[in-house]
């Protein structure tokens, strides 16, 4: 089972995982009406999907597949090259530096609470009008690029993962570790809800399942990859009955074609 965990085997996944649903979405379009209102609105057409983006992306496939057997078949294994790292030392830095992510985050979160009236006026504003409360965020940065703070917070969920999956750690080690996950999950779960940037909670539990699946050089936990995935329908499912309040229908329906939705936009945006 390693071939899956592969660059090239994880590239295929992915393209024939969102292949399939842009296939099904084109299929069954004619039911979709959600998913035909939204093209309308960004003003995309079945005209995007041509030959010669079929071509390109073919091209780009080939040329990535053509890299990745060259760089496997050129590799060799350095002999007595053993590199000892210090997992306590390196545990350490990592949460240290999460909480630099999850600080600044905070205090930034504190400083649009503040102008909001509190960080339950804050929430209630999220839930009524997501859109406004994105603008009082945006608008209170502490400094230019801060959004890239708690775009990290995927890096270190990564690291704390592999920290765990390579070897023995004490206790309170380990408990640093997991806060980081646990942390970093909710707060990603959190936020997206009103700062769009879903993909960020996705990131973070890909990362941690690859991550986790390459140190043991197998698939592993497919419990907890069914729980992550549910995790993440859970955060785009809340986002939508959030900011498509105008939709009278089920969340579960505007979710669901905001997703096939998404599909659509991405394929057509690298064929055209």
């Known amino acids: 089972m390693r071939w899956l965990l592969s660059p090239l085997s994880l590239l295929l996944i992915c393209w024939g995982l969102s292949g399939a649903g842009v296939a099904l979405t ?6 979709l009406d959600l998913v035909q209102t939204f093209m309308r609105r960004e003003d ?54 999460n909480l ?29 009008d997501s859109l406004t409360t994105r603008d009082l965020l945006l608008e209170n940065k502490l400094f230019t690029g801060m959004r890239l703070f708690y775009a990290a917070l995927p890096g270190t969920a990564c690291l704390a993962t592999a920290l765990l999956c390579l070897g023995p750690l ?12 646990i942390g970093n999950t909710l707060a990603l779960f959190i936020l997206p809800i009103v700062m769009s940037q879903r993909l ?42 959030i900011t498509n309040p105008m939709f009278d229908r089920s969340t579960f329906d505007i979710g669901t074609q905001k997703l096939a939705f998404y599909l659509i936009n991405g394929a057509m945006r690298e064929f055209g």
Not at 26 to 31: G, S
Not at 83 to 93: D, H, K, M, P, S
Not at 116 to 125: K, R
């Open 200 to 241: 960020l909670l996705l990131q973070l539990l890909l990362s941690c399942y690859l991550v986790a699946c390459l140190i043991r050089g197998r698939l592993v936990g497919w419990g907890w990859s069914l729980l992550a995935m549910a995790l993440f329908l859970g955060l785009w499912m809340a986002r939508e009955a």
């Open 100 to 128: 630099v992510l999850l600080g600044v985050t905070a205090l930034w979160i504190a400083t649009a609470a503040a102008q909001a009236g509190g960080l339950m006026h804050l929430a209630a504003a999220a839930y009524i």
């Open 26 to 31: 084109l299929a069954y379009l004619d039911r």
């Open 170 to 181: 004490p206790r309170h080690i380990r408990g640093l570790l997991l806060s980081i996950l």
């Open 44 to 97: 995309l057409s079945l005209s995007a999907f041509t030959t010669t983006g079929a071509a390109w992306l073919f091209l780009a496939l080939l040329a990535y597949a053509v890299g990745d057997l060259a760089a496997r078949f050129s590799y060799r294994s350095p002999q007595g090259n053993n590199v000892q790292i210090n997992l306590t030392r390196a545990a350490y830095l990592t949460f240290a530096l």
